[in-house]
């Protein structure tokens, strides 16, 4: 009788752990699951958002050129042949400025950096255009320089952004700071286990 219910004690004791095994490997597909929707999303975005910087990048160097035709005109004092334009818009981060947390802290705020600068240069820019005219020749020429600068200060910064997030979409899973973050707390939890065992 004794072994009887030694036997059925074990039954128990195995179906308890074959239950908390099932439960953890389901616990641990739909965390590995998720993790992998949210890396191709951040991927994705990645790539996205570099393919509308580069767009803006690459017009840079027509717009030195711009800006240096249009101080050699003001100080000259020759009418600039400025004429009013749609604002430009940027699509892909106006779409959902959220997700840019996607990308982690570090890219995160070189994203936002990056568009601010380029809507603080448009707005710079539309007030030349638009009141350039009633602008005495030195307000006219600082505003030309400032934005001249502004390009100049931000290009390599942007590049340097592209370039990082095209990187970043490239990343294959196995190395994204998902899986890294993951593995780092199982190391973590393995050494503090293997400290109180000793």
């Given amino acids: 009788m004794g072994c009887g219910m030694a036997d059925g004690g074990v ?12 439960v953890t490997v389901a616990y641990a597909s739909n965390f590995v699951a998720e993790q992998y929707r949210r890396h191709l999303d951040s991927t994705g975005w990645a790539s996205a958002i570099a ?14 050129a711009l800006f240096a035709d249009l101080l050699q005109r003001a100080e000259k004092k020759e009418p600039l042949p400025l004429y009013p334009i749609p604002m430009p818009t940027d699509p892909v981060f106006d779409s959902d400025p959220g997700k840019v947390g996607l990308l982690g802290a570090q890219f995160a705020g070189e994203v936002a950096f990056a568009y601010e600068s380029l809507r603080a240069f448009r707005g710079a820019f539309f007030v030349v255009i638009e009141h350039h005219k009633g602008m005495d020749p030195e307000q006219l020429t600082g505003r030309l320089r400032r934005l001249s600068g502004m390009i100049h200060d931000n290009e390599a910064r942007l590049w340097s952004l592209i370039n990082g997030l095209n990187a970043y979409s490239d990343l294959g899973f196995s190395k994204s700071r998902f899986v890294d973050s993951w593995m780092h707390r199982l190391h973590f939890r393995q050494r503090v286990r293997s400290r109180r065992e000793q």
Avoid at 11 to 22: L, N
Avoid at 51 to 56: A, F, M, P, Y
């Fill in 11 to 22: 039954t128990v004791v195995a179906a308890v752990i074959a239950a908390g095994a099932a």
């Fill in 51 to 64: 393919g509308e910087l580069r767009s803006h990048a690459e017009a840079f160097p027509l717009l030195k």
